[in-house]
């Protein structure tokens, strides 16, 4: 089975984060989820982050703070990924989707709706029950 590392920021304004929704020409499409992507050799997770923050979303990244990270299999897709998630409460920039993705501000108990990934299903709990004391 195939281990991806990624790192993902759940990016605040006032009570909302930023949802990105996944590709059609990428593994899990139409998913949605944190933004990031994964970490290239020799790469932190924080700067892994900052990197796919700018490449995807066009924004400089000014305070972020580690959170939690966490493992899931995708078995029938035979592969296993381990989320690191920071939150991003500064950045420079007006997020847009530089890779065409749609992008929705949304409420921790609005994001289920929208149908996340099933790795991220824990942290969005999580984020409905309390929210984080980062903010």
């Known amino acids: ?4 590392e990624v790192a993902a920021g759940i990016i605040w304004r006032g009570k909302r984060f930023l949802a990105s929704q996944r590709l059609s020409d990428k593994p899990l499409e139409g998913y949605w989820e944190f933004p990031g992507g994964k970490l290239e050799a020799g790469e ?20 972020v703070v580690f959170w939690k990270s966490l493992d ?3 078995v029938e897709r035979g592969f296993s990924v381990r989320l690191y998630f920071f939150h991003v409460t500064e950045f420079v920039g007006e997020p847009c989707g530089e890779e065409g993705q749609n992008l929705r501000w949304v409420e921790p108990q609005e994001a289920f709706a929208l149908g996340f990934l099933p790795a991220d299903a824990v ?9 984080p004391s980062i903010l």
């Not at 089975?1 to 991806?4: A, C, E």
């Not at 932190?44 to 305070?63: F, I, M, N, W, Y």
């Open 1 to 4: 089975m195939q281990h991806i």
């Open 44 to 63: 932190s997770p924080e700067d892994a982050l900052k990197r796919e923050l700018a490449e995807e979303l066009g924004v400089g990244v000014r305070q």
């Open 72 to 74: 899931h299999e995708y």
């Open 123 to 131: 942290v969005l709990e999580e984020l409905i029950a309390r929210q």
